[in-house]
């Protein structure tokens, strides 16, 4: 077993040697590339339309004196650049070049931009896209399996955080104190 084992890692060894320009992708990476990058692109415009969409909800709510659900408008608008942030730098990673073309962005995300006319629309909004994200990054962590444990464990935090998101939204959304349909 131990001798199988130094057998497979003068294999790595030398494999490693080979297309070192690919930086993290080896030879034994499992996952389809090609598939992954576009799957992790089309999560990155649902994460910058959702950043648009709670900063704008954000900005009016504010405008209609709704402190505290503004104040979540805004939480969530940070945590989800810093889920688009997360998901550029692993494309970068894998060898690929993250698209943050504005033109086309809203075709390619999952979620929509929509802006709701007053607070209770906003909210409903936000918590239909979190589910919309929540069953995204469900499908794409089943897809990848174990082909890519670093993609899939990024995937992962992600989904956790966005049903958090759905939570915090569902609780807004359910107890009218702030009153969402002020
Ligand atoms: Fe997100
Ligand atoms: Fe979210």
Redesign the pocket.
Known sequence: MATEFLNDIVAIRQRARRHMERGAVTPGYRGDLEVVLRILNEALATEIV?VLRYRRHYYMASGIHAQAVAAEFLE?AN??QGHADLIAARIVQLGGSPDLNPEGLVKRSHAEYVEGENLRSMVKEDLIA?RI?IECYSEMIRYIGDTDPTTRRMLEEILA??EK?AEDLANLFANPRPAPDE
């Open positions: 959702c969530h945590e989800e979190e994200a955080n966005e998101h």
